[in-house]
């Protein structure tokens, strides 16, 4: 609404004002002499030369009537300027409803340097303002308006304009997570904006005149898509009229030309609402700042496609935006990783936001994967890092991880299991299937491997870890093990042994399967008998002597075995391995917890950092939970083999169901598991790293950000102490149930 001034306004400056007065004035458009009284001028000019390199910002406020104030900010002009100080306004819960922004015009070269003493540019922006509905504005408000203010420009001087609009971005998302001002129907609620781009008006800048509902916080979100799109503003009128806003812009590229090229004006008009709707949507993201910062990247690769104006109308869907700010905002490593690399993949998955509803089977992953290679794939080839297999395999990988992954940051895979099990699947679908084609590639060369009898030899690939729990998380290894049988010479032209042609097959399968990143569908082949120092493939004779009872294999990795799955390869073999698994790890003997205490106490001792907790090695973490379930398993498997389970939560059902676990410590521990599994899967995807899943130390804003991804929005310190419960809870149950096995 526009309120009635106080006095008519002045035609300008009387010719007795003192000459700071007439440099000041003489660097304003005329209109401003149209606008302010000489006493507010000879203020603003007072206010101009208080400013200095350690004091960016001068701000002088008193109160209206009816709870309304009139702020006035001095300031040096900075990029972006505008939008930082609409945007403290927003995060103050101050509504603009009217207002007057002045730039200093450039100094002309050609001016006598008499009248250049001062060539460095100022804003004076003048707004009426009022509290949100139901508040009572402070006088001591603005010393802390000011005070913030301050540290953004100071931030903005030096070079660092993104992250001090990245900043603004999470004091906005947390203001209004805090006082709960917007509900999330009314954040989702887009309203159209139109844009007038005009150059006749001026002939120095381009006029934009903006004509929409007044919403709250309209004015830094807009000006927010200004800045992101490189756009210079230069001076502003600002004038809400019921529940409309009507303001009029004038500004410049950043090169300080107007914008006549109808393509880029095009680009400005379609950009600037986008930009805009999205800072709308942002207090819904998890990490306000990495979405916003995201998203002018988004814009750039967006411009850059040929058919950009077509896909704007599905990109202008609320919805859609909404799933770009949950997924631009979850962390720069998934953004750097996955979605920047990806653009091909990502324009079509936010398009269609609705397919992301739906999972895919196993069966439709196959199937899919199968149409894609036939057409690179009709036969058996050479095996080299080159054939043109080996790049459709790992991009149907990558595209399915990241729809999978997408899902779950969505919320389309509510409980954990299910993405556990989607990635499962996924992964199942890859090594199966290049596994046969390293098989088939090297089947031309040498032909096929046999036994000593002349028999084919065969092979299986059996998943261990949490790929064999077909528990797989987000950045989770794929440990496998590829167990062959006996060794005679292949059938072809270059005869090879048996041993020779499965080593290549391991070598030609690692090199295959590539990872974007260490830990992201990483091939882990560690568990295999002596590890690192051991041959790729594991002949099954080998593979009897090291883990059969009295064998050299640790007591640990005999317990690695309580999760060993065939994934691939020969049905009956896989068979027959899962017999000597049972026969090696359920005879009958309780577990080994002396064995596994040391070795948790070597874990605790080189994987967690002192004074830190992680909720992977911990005491009270993810790893116990595992081996508590596994030391029950095998202390108790040999004579009840519905506990001869592969997966922790089949497991811990069905030590319950034989009693071997109350109901209490059933639920306490699936709890804890469940709670553990989420914390470590929500930690590798906001710091990025797969390995370092340390806990942020409280009162971080890494901790704030990982509260907002785990859904505690209240406060951190709930995170905190759910983590210290559900510790405290597998702490107990380890020492009480394991001590009695043992």
Same mark, same amino acid.
């Given at each position: ?375 690179? &794939? ?243 973490? /993810? ?31 069905? /030590? ?16 804890? &598991? ?69």
């Amino acid at each position: 609404m526009s309120l009635p001034s106080d006095s008519p306004l002045s035609k300008g400056p009387a010719a007795t004002t003192p000459p700071e007065v007439h440099r000041h004035v003489d660097r304003m458009a005329p209109s401003y002499t149209e606008r302010f009284r000489p006493d507010e001028i000879s203020r603003h000019a007072a206010m101009a030369n208080q400013l200095s390199s350690t004091d960016l910002v001068q701000i002088d406020a008193h109160p209206l009537a009816d709870d309304y104030w009139q702020v006035t900010i001095v300031a040096y002009d900075f990029p972006g300027e505008l939008s930082l100080i609409c945007g403290l306004m927003f995060v103050y819960g101050l509504n603009i409803y009217t207002g007057d922004a002045f730039t200093y015009e450039p100094v002309s070269p050609g001016e006598p340097r008499s009248s250049r003493e001062e060539t460095r540019r100022k804003i004076v922006d003048v707004f009426t303002v009022m509290p949100l509905a139901g508040q009572k504005l402070k006088a001591d408000i603005w010393a802390r308006y000011a005070e913030d203010l301050a540290i953004f420009l100071r931030m903005v001087r030096a070079g660092a304009l993104r992250e001090a609009q990245g900043g603004l971005a999470v004091r906005v998302a947390t203001g209004l997570q805090k006082s709960g001002v917007l509900s999330a129907s009314l954040v989702k609620t887009l309203y159209p904006i139109e844009i007038q781009i005009d150059n006749e008006a001026s002939d120095q800048y381009t006029v934009l005149r903006i004509n929409s509902l007044d919403t709250f916080g309209f004015l830094y979100e807009f000006t927010n898509a200004l800045a992101l799109n490189h756009i210079y503003i230069a001076r502003v009128s600002v004038d809400s009229v019921g529940n409309r806003v009507q303001d009029t812009l004038y500004v410049t590229d950043e090169n300080g030309r107007k914008i006549t090229n109808p393509t880029r004006q095009r680009e400005l008009r379609t950009t600037t609402v986008l930009i805009k709707h999205f800072s709308h949507l942002l207090p819904l993201s998890p990490n306000p700042e990495s979405a916003l910062l995201h998203f002018g990247e988004f814009i750039g690769e967006l411009l850059k496609r040929p058919n950009w104006p077509d896909e704007l109308s599905s990109l202008e869907r609320p919805e859609v935006l909404d799933a770009l700010a949950r997924l631009l905002g979850v962390s720069d490593f998934l953004w750097d990783d996955f979605l920047r690399m990806q653009h091909a993949n990502l324009f079509p998955v936010v398009q269609d936001v609705d397919a992301l509803s739906t999972s895919k089977s196993r069966r439709q992953l196959q199937s899919a994967l199968e149409t894609t290679l036939r057409g690179v &794939h009709s036969g058996p080839q050479i095996p080299s890092e080159e054939a043109p297999w080996i790049e459709t395999l790992n991009a149907f990988k990558d595209r399915e991880m990241f729809r999978i992954d997408m899902r779950h940051i969505l919320g389309h895979t509510r409980e954990f299991w299910e993405f556990a099990e989607e990635l499962t699947d996924l992964t199942e679908v890859i090594v199966n299937s290049a596994f046969h084609l390293c098989h088939e590639d090297l089947r031309l060369l040498y032909g096929s491997p046999c036994l000593e009898n002349e028999q084919v030899s065969q092979m299986s690939v059996v998943a261990l870890g949490k790929f064999g729990g077909s528990e797989m998380g987000f950045a989770s290894d794929i440990e496998l093990m590829f167990i062959y049988a006996g060794n005679g010479l292949t059938t072809g032209p270059n005869v090879i042994t048996s041993t020779e042609f499965y080593e290549k097959l391991v070598q030609n399968f690692v090199s295959a399967v590539r990872a974007r990143r260490e830990g992201i569908f990483q091939i882990d082949l560690q568990l295999r008998p002596y590890g690192n120092a051991g041959s790729l493939s594991v002949s099954l004779d080998a593979f009897r002597r090291y883990f059969s009872p009295g064998g050299p294999a640790w007591a640990y990795e005999r317990q690695a075995l309580v999760r060993l799955r065939r994934v691939a390869g020969d049905i009956a073999l896989g068979q027959q391995v899962a017999r000597l698994r049972d026969e090696y790890v359920y005879t009958g003997s309780a577990f080994d917890v002396t064995a596994m205490r040391a070795m948790r106490e070597r874990q605790v001792r080189h994987l967690v950092k002192g004074g830190t907790f992680n909720p992977k090695f911990s005491p009270g973490g /993810l790893v116990d939970v595992e081996y508590l379930v596994q030391g029950l398993q095998i202390s108790y498997g040999r004579d009840l083999l519905g506990l001869r389970q592969t997966n922790t939560r089949k497991a811990m059902a069905a /030590l319950a169901e034989a009693g071997i676990l109350s109901a209490d410590d059933y639920s306490r521990l699936r709890k804890a &598991h469940t709670f553990l599994r989420w914390l470590i899967d929500s930690l590798r995807v906001v710091r990025g790293n797969a390995k370092d899943v340390t806990m942020p130390y409280e009162n971080t804003e890494e901790m704030a950000f990982l509260a907002r991804r785990m859904h505690f929005v209240d406060a951190p310190t709930r995170l905190h102490s759910e983590l210290m419960r559900y510790t405290e809870d597998v702490r107990e149950l380890n020492s009480r149930l394991l001590t009695s096995t043992g």
